[in-house]
């Protein structure tokens, strides 16, 4: 006898249940494709193509700050370097300060020092191009070391007329140092720091008053012997090529260092 084998249909309900969720799923499905993110393309660090998806429609939190422009300005600076005068002192050791500024006045691209009777009748440097960046004005004393205080006053004196009212300016001085490491460069600015038996530095104090100056001291090493003699023909002896490089060599020490201070 044949038999029938009899398959039951599902139920009307369960039938709309079913394409009920078919529909759902593809309203769901069409909605989530219409926010996906824009693919960009990104190379990965493993040398190989790959694409990192982000999502190009997200909004950046927005800090509520708004975005400030510096505005500091930086201060003029007159930076003043003190040794003995002429051929005789030339590339000594004391007028390391004369060396340096020598070196700056070619490594900035400055034009060439000049005697300027209104500026103390030093020797003067200042941007071969007007308005170039920074504002300094390079000087050398034409007196010897004992008495370069005056110069030093009647330039900062003139010079000082010059800088626009509110703008300040800065008095800096640069001199040998002994017992410091030959092409060391030290900074003081702290006032009424000692003269630490620098005669030009000295000179200096006796005849500013209370016009502050910050300092730039160039190693000139020291003597075996402390016999102020031996001291005294050590510092006034021609430097050798040799120390005269490293000497010369600070200058972008020293360029950094004045960076520093003419920022306040």
């Known amino acids: 006898m044949e038999r029938t084998e009899v398959v039951q249909a599902p139920a009307d309900n369960s039938v709309s ?3 009920a969720t078919s ?3 593809r309203r769901l499905a069409k909605h989530h494709r219409s926010r996906e993110p824009t693919p960009i393309a990104v190379r990965e660090d493993d040398g190989e193509d790959s694409v990192r998806v982000t999502n190009s429609n997200k909004r950046r939190k927005s800090t509520g700050s708004p975005i ?3 505005t500091a300005r930086t201060l003029p600076l007159l ?3 003190v040794g003995n005068p002429g051929s005789t002192y030339a590339n000594t050791l004391h007028s390391a300060g004369h060396t340096v500024v020598n070196r700056l006045v070619e490594h900035l691209g400055y034009s060439a020092l000049r005697k300027e009777r209104e500026l103390g009748n030093g ?3 200042r941007p071969a191009i007007k308005g170039a960046a920074g504002d300094w004005t390079l000087w050398q004393s034409t007196s010897y070391m004992n008495d370069s205080g005056k110069g030093v006053r009647a330039a900062h004196t003139t010079w000082a007329e010059h800088i626009p009212v509110g703008e300040g300016g800065k008095l800096v001085v640069v001199h040998d140092e002994l017992e410091k490491p030959l092409g060391a460069v030290t900074v003081r600015t702290a006032p009424g720091a000692s003269a630490k038996g620098h005669n030009g530095i000295k000179s200096i104090i006796s005849v500013v008053g209370a016009t502050p100056f910050a300092r ?3 190693g000139i090493g020291r003597p075996a012997s402390r016999e102020p003699d031996e001291v005294a023909r050590y510092v006034l002896k021609k430097m ?7 000497i010369e060599g600070c200058v972008e020490e020293v360029i950094a260092k004045l960076k520093q201070l ?3």
């Open 17 to 19: 249940t079913v394409e």
């Open 240 to 246: 050798t090529p040799a120390e005269k490089a490293k």
């Open 68 to 70: 400030r422009m510096s």
């Open 216 to 218: 730039i001291g160039i």
């Open 23 to 25: 529909r759902r799923s």
């Open 262 to 264: 003419e920022q306040g």
């Open 79 to 81: 930076i003043c370097s």
């Open 123 to 125: 020797l003067v440097a």
